[in-house]
């Protein structure tokens, strides 16, 4: 399954609402995480199950969608979000990611 | 709290062999399915292999199904990666990953760095 992160790059200022897109080529149900990645660092947990939040993950963080389409916003910039956002399916082998957005300081 | 420590990672010549580590903490290790995921320099990640709990499922990747092999000890609270055959674009950031519940990751390895060159 081939995962379609949109858009690559996304400019947002603090404070801001940010709003990524991820899509499936095929239905992968509710079988989507989202990951976030600092520069240097490993990737974290965000969300699983397409729209929960994994622990210690503020509420401005929000997935959502099922099937093929999928959103991951982020209510209000802050300066510690400015990163890399990965979306994975696990509804099929094999696992696949998308190929990332980053959200920058506009 | 939950540690992964990978090792074992550098430079090494294409067509030549290298085992990564990865010893894990603050979990009950032998109850969770471990995996490998690689994020090449620059690039997003891409999952490699997963080993069930009880070593009775192994899966790959088909870019490096019959020249990865991974393993794991239960006693010894680690995972292993050995690659055979390696390749330049096998180079990357090799991370392990912890699986929460069905092949996603709540915790990850800080990465060791794999390079194929000659």
């Known amino acids: 399954i081939v995962m379609t992160q949109s858009p690559a790059t996304l400019s947002v200022s603090p404070g801001e609402r940010a709003t990524l897109s991820c899509r499936a080529s095929q239905s992968v149900s509710s079988n989507l995480a989202w990951y976030q990645q600092k520069p240097g660092q490993a990737p974290s947990l965000l969300i699983y199950g397409a729209s929960t939040r994994a622990t210690g993950i503020p509420a401005r963080f929000s997935g959502s969608g099922s099937g093929t389409d999928f959103t991951l916003t982020i209510s209000s910039l802050q300066s510690e979000d400015f990163a890399v956002y990965y979306c994975?399916?696990?509804?099929?082998?094999?696992?696949?990611f998308g190929g990332g957005t980053k959200v920058e300081i506009k | 709290q939950v540690q992964l420590v990978e090792s074992g990672g550098g430079v090494v010549q294409p067509g030549r062999s290298l085992r990564l580590s990865c010893a894990a903490s603050g979990f009950t290790f032998s109850s969770y399915a471990m995996h490998w995921v690689r994020q090449a320099p620059g690039k997003g990640l891409e999952w490699v292999a997963i080993i069930s709990y009880d070593v009775n499922y192994k899966f790959y990747a088909d870019s490096v199904k019959g020249r990865f092999t991974v393993s794991r000890d239960n006693s010894k609270n680690t995972v292993y990666l050995q690659m055979n055959s390696l390749r330049a674009d096998d180079t990357a950031v090799y991370y392990c990953?912890?699986?929460?519940?069905?092949?996603?990751?709540?915790?990850w390895g800080q990465g060791t760095l794999v390079t194929v060159s000659s």
């Open positions: 994975q399916q696990y509804n099929n082998w094999p696992l696949t």
């Open positions: 990953a912890k699986e929460m519940n069905s092949n996603y990751f709540d915790y």
